[in-house]
């Protein structure tokens, strides 16, 4: 099952996927620049009167709500009506749900209309989507872990998703297969867009893997690993400027030897 983490790489880089990205002003560069790296081609096409045409030319649409507009709102709901209407995947990253009230119930209604690919937020976000109590501290999780692959399994098979929350142990379900992921460094936690950039993979990796529980296994660890190796990479103790620099270096840079060799999956 690895083996074909890598195959999915391969085939990002040589097809080249083009990725609608409508996601948040703080990280928007950041999702750009990891989905270059990665070898795809990103388009952040977020005007309302554009995104229904652009959706017909992408190979998938990646959904981010960090900083979430009226405009922006009405824009989602076009490009996702039309890449479902079109079957091309969508990736969401529910941003914020667990302090607000106006995401949980707006993610939740595109959860109910249109066909979501991935799911993809960090566990608290994913717990509040649940109907689970969840500890967050604005848009991040503080959640202990409990309960997790419940929280993932319930999402995923009321809505027919697949279900990717990220932590200590990352967690990714289509609602009966369930892969746990260990790769990681906490220098991810002390840069922006690392979250949002693995929901920009997951699109990616989507728009060349049907089996979209693969893709999204794909897409998670890859992310995972390259912030071992950015950290790995650096002389001393590693600063948050510069290791932000080495991920994109170090995903250019994956190879199917470190991806085999250096994976922590567990496939259940």
């Known amino acids: 099952m690895t083996k074909d983490v890598w195959n999915i790489i391969e085939k990002v880089r040589s097809k080249k996927p083009l990725v609608h990205a409508i996601t948040n002003y703080v990280t928007v560069n950041d999702c750009a620049n990891i989905l270059l790296s990665f070898g795809a081609?990103?388009?952040?096409?977020?005007?309302?009167?554009?995104?229904?045409?652009f959706v017909a030319l992408a190979d998938s649409l990646y959904i981010n709500?960090?900083?979430l507009t009226g405009e922006q709102k009405e824009a989602i709901f076009l490009a996702v009506k039309k890449a479902s209407k079109l079957n091309k995947p969508v990736v969401i990253d529910p941003v914020g749900v667990g302090a607000l009230v106006q995401r949980?119930?707006?993610?939740?209604?595109?959860?109910?209309?249109?066909?979501?690919?991935?799911l993809k937020g960090n566990l608290g976000e994913?717990?509040?989507l649940a109907g689970m109590d969840a500890r967050v501290k604005g848009v991040d999780s503080i959640d202990d872990g409990s309960d997790g692959i419940d929280a993932c399994k319930i999402l995923a098979n009321k809505y027919n998703t697949v279900v990717a929350a990220t932590g200590e142990t990352d967690i990714i379900t289509d609602g009966q297969r369930v892969a746990l992921i260990k790769n990681g460094n906490p220098m991810l936690t002390l840069v922006?867009?690392?979250?949002?950039?693995?929901?920009?993979l997951s699109a990616a990796t989507a728009a060349v893997e049907k089996?979209?529980?693969?893709?999204?296994?794909?897409s998670v660890l890859s992310?995972?690993?390259t912030g071992e190796l950015a950290a790995e990479e650096m002389v001393g103790s590693p600063l948050p400027g510069s290791y932000k620099v080495k991920l994109f270096d170090s995903i250019y840079s994956l190879t199917e030897e470190k991806i085999l060799k250096r994976s922590k999956i567990i496939w259940e």
């Open 126 to 128: 994913i717990k509040t």
């Open 211 to 218: 089996d979209f529980y693969k893709a999204a296994a794909a």
């Open 65 to 67: 709500i960090g900083t």
């Open 104 to 118: 949980k119930e707006f993610i939740l209604d595109l959860l109910k209309e249109f066909k979501i690919s991935i």
């Open 41 to 53: 081609s990103p388009a952040m096409c977020e005007a309302k009167d554009e995104v229904e045409d």
């Open 223 to 225: 992310m995972g690993l």
């Open 192 to 200: 922006t867009g690392a979250g949002c950039m693995i929901g920009a």
